[in-house]
């Protein structure tokens, strides 16, 4: 696989993404769902933190604000250090599932990153009204977006029986977090990788070897 290839899948899941964050963000109140069939709906929640809505200020003396930034300015670095792994792995002609999969992760992390830095300074909020593109008055500024999420399968929706201890008869729900494309296309990259590790890095490792033989000889 090359790095147009690489390229082209990166852009197709990217467009895929961004288009679907702000057609969720232009049309749905914030907190509004579309049931699709009774294990899968579209729910509008925005996230202003790492995964599963965790932040920063829950875990360090710091406001919500430099909380956010901080996250910020950290995913972009990681943007540029999974940049570099995958052009490294084109140049170094890896097996394609190693590159499928970087360019997964890649396209995934770059999705999330983009409503991190811009969303905040180009849409309003979505609290009882659906928000504008480009608004007038945007709920933020440049690397305080939240990021769009809006894909929920509650497969199972139940209650835990009465007789069990500590959580009978409380609601027991599966599988619980919302995601968006982004959030599909990492995770997929990350169960390649750990799915097809051999297959994936075989080709590291044959190239390594026959560097260290023509060394030795």
């Not at 232009?26 to 599963?52: D, M, P, R």
């Not at 490294?88 to 394609?96: C, F, L, R, T, Y």
């Not at 729900?173 to 890095?201: H, M, Q, Y």
Request: glycine share 6%; no cysteine; net charge negative.
């Amino acid at each position: 696989m090359n790095i147009k290839k690489s390229v082209l899948f990166i852009l197709l899941i990217l467009i895929i993404d961004q288009w679907s964050k702000i057609y969720i963000k232009t049309h749905f109140v914030l907190g509004e769902s579309v049931e699709v069939f009774n294990w899968f709906k579209i729910l509008f929640i925005e996230n202003e933190g790492a995964a599963w809505g965790a932040k920063l200020s829950d875990v360090l003396p710091i406001s919500d604000n430099i909380g956010k930034l901080v996250l910020t300015v950290f995913r972009l670095f990681a943007i540029f250090g999974i940049g570099y792994w995958l052009f490294d792995v084109i140049k170094k002609k890896a097996s394609n599932t190693l590159i499928w999969a970087v360019s997964l992760i890649f396209a995934g992390a770059l999705g999330n990153i983009l409503d991190s830095v811009f969303y905040g300074a180009i849409f309003n909020e979505s609290y009882n009204e659906v928000a504008t593109l480009f608004s007038d008055e945007p709920y933020g500024k440049l690397f305080y977006g939240k990021v769009v999420d809006m894909l929920y399968f509650p497969m199972v929706d139940s209650t835990w029986p009465t007789w069990m201890p500590m959580v009978g008869g409380q609601n027991f729900r599966f599988f619980e977090p919302v995601f968006n494309i982004a959030d599909t296309a990492i995770s997929t990259g990350v169960g390649i990788l750990l799915v097809f590790n051999k297959r994936a890095f075989n080709k590291e490792e044959e190239t390594s070897a026959q560097e260290v033989e023509s060394l030795q000889d």
